[in-house]
């Protein structure tokens, strides 16, 4: 049973185009975040979103945008993609009022050329 | 900055309990012990979670001692699917959550 959806499990972009990446999740949770992972990285947050029409920026947002129209949905979009975004984007979900345990996607990988 | 240390990698036969610890000796009252896992190219996996007592499911134990400063998850009969990063972390309410390296398992036959 999918509980966290990512639209794209692979993805091959050139660079200057804008990218969406979109992730739904079932359980009604608040929070939602999207990250990057990166080989000796490890998970760097990008964006962050605790309600509906709610966003915050991680530790990563340049070059990022997000939208959370409903509560369902949380959308990564990259204004226009660069090589060194090429990255395994991961999205979340957290239950807020319930020991606050995270459910992940099971990520995109994103190839800029 | 990650608020759990783990030992980078640890190798186990299979068959046998693989042990992976992990110190987060600045946890706080509120703040829960998850365990997940990823196998590569995938999304992290939930393995199990707990406050203060030792849990256990169809997957994993975890031992939590009584400081709550560390903890240890307990894959009690390792198979080679196991191989995976597995990462510890605290979480609490409205925690941007921060992963560490994680620990890479390797199970050999």
């Known amino acids: 049973d999918v509980k966290v959806t990512q639209s794209s499990r692979y993805l091959v972009k050139r660079t200057g185009e804008k990218v969406f990446l979109e992730c739904v999740q079932d359980m009604d949770h608040e929070n939602m975040f999207w990250y990057r992972q990166d080989p000796g990285l490890g998970l760097r947050l990008i964006y962050f979103s605790y309600d509906v029409k709610m966003k915050e920026k991680g530790d990563i947002p340049e070059g990022y945008s997000v939208s959370r129209e409903k509560k369902e949905r949380f959308s990564l979009i990259l204004e226009s993609a660069s090589t060194n975004q090429t990255s395994m984007y991961l999205c979340?979900?957290?239950?807020?009022?319930?020991?606050?345990?995270?459910?992940f996607g099971s990520g995109t990988r994103l190839t800029v050329v | 900055d990650a608020k759990t240390t783990q030992p980078t990698s640890m190798d186990c036969a299979e068959g046998r309990a693989a042990n992976l610890p992990c110190n987060h000796s600045?946890?706080?009252?509120?703040?829960?012990v998850y365990w997940y896992r990823q196998i590569h190219s995938q999304g992290p996996q939930y393995i199990i979670h707990?406050?203060?007592n030792n849990e256990t499911n169809e997957m994993a134990s975890l031992i939590i001692t009584e400081d709550r400063k560390s903890s240890t998850l307990i894959l009690p009969h390792a198979t080679l699917r196991d191989t995976a990063v597995y990462y510890c972390?605290?979480?609490?309410?409205?925690?941007?959550?921060?992963f560490g390296a994680g620990t890479t398992v390797t199970v050999r036959a």
């Open positions: 972390i605290v979480i609490s309410r409205d925690y941007k959550l921060s």
């Open positions: 600045t946890i706080s009252g509120n703040e829960y």
């Open positions: 979340a979900s957290q239950d807020r009022d319930r020991m606050y345990g995270y459910t």
């Open positions: 707990g406050l203060k």
